[in-house]
C-alpha cells in the first residue's frame, strides 16, 4: 500500500461508518490488503489496478459503499477513525 495520507483515512472512515459495527476491524484489513494489490500491481505493470486503483487506501476504499460526508466527527466518526488508526499500525509485513 502507499504512504497514507488525511484524506485517505476520511475516505476510508466512511467506509467503515457504512459497515455493521462488527465488521468494521474486517473492513479495514480487507481495504489494507485490497491496497496493498493495487500498489504491487501498479509497480509491476505501470498501471492501475482494474478494481482496487492506484495502492492507495483512498483508491480501495472508493470501491466500497460509503456514507454521506457529514461535516462533524460525531462520536461513530471518531470509533471509526480510531480503529482505522489501530488497525493501521499494525506491521502487516512481518
Known amino acids: ?3 497514507v495520507q488525511l484524506a485517505d483515512l476520511e475516505v476510508a472512515v466512511w467506509v467503515l461508518l457504512a459497515v455493521p459495527v462488527p465488521a468494521r476491524h474486517q473492513m479495514v484489513i480487507q481495504l489494507y490488503q485490497e491496497a496493498s494489490i493495487a500498489e504491487q500491481y501498479r509497480k509491476t505493470t505501470g498501471k ?3 478494481l482496487y486503483g492506484n495502492g492507495t487506501l483512498m483508491s480501495a476504499a472508493q ?3 460509503m456514507m454521506p460526508r457529514n461535516a462533524f466527527c460525531d462520536p461513530d466518526y471518531l470509533r471509526c477513525m480510531a480503529i482505522l488508526a489501530t488497525e493501521l499500525s499494525v506491521d502487516r509485513d512481518r
Request: glycine share 0%.
Open 1 to 3: 500500500m502507499r504512504p
Open 48 to 50: 492501475l489496478h482494474p
Open 63 to 65: 470501491k466500497h459503499a
